[in-house]
């Protein structure tokens, strides 16, 4: 699976944006999907993840409401809304694929190149 994340950008505390990760390659509708980030100097982090058929989501509990992930499987995407952002929200965010899931990024398969969100103050 190839993934390609787009939507970052830099926006102003307490704004919204949308981040997009377009799959192709192998049947993305098969895997489950997640975002996570990084942040200069520090260890990359769960955001969130969807199973493939879209029931049922998860969230680390910083995102508390602000952020909802969801995806299209005709159209090979998985999005990440992300309201009332704050300056701690600043790192590149990814977005992976794997045939579980789960919070832990060490275990997923597949790795988009990432997109930077800067939120000012």
């Known amino acids: 699976v190839q993934l390609q994340a787009s939507g970052g950008g830099l926006v102003q505390a307490g704004d919204a944006l949308r981040l997009s990760c377009t799959a192709s390659g192998r049947a993305f509708k098969d895997y489950a999907a997640g975002w996570f980030r990084q942040a200069p100097g520090k260890e990359r982090e769960f955001i969130a993840y969807?199973?493939?058929?879209?029931?049922?989501?998860h969230y680390a509990n910083f995102v508390k409401g602000r952020f909802t992930i969801s995806r299209d499987n005709a159209k090979n995407t998985v999005n990440l809304r992300m309201n009332s952002l704050k300056p701690e929200d600043t790192a590149v965010y990814y977005c992976a694929a794997d045939s579980i899931g789960g919070d832990n990024p060490s275990t997923w398969d597949y790795w988009g190149q990432g997109t930077l969100v800067t939120v000012s103050s």
């Open positions: 969807i199973t493939w058929s879209g029931h049922n989501t």
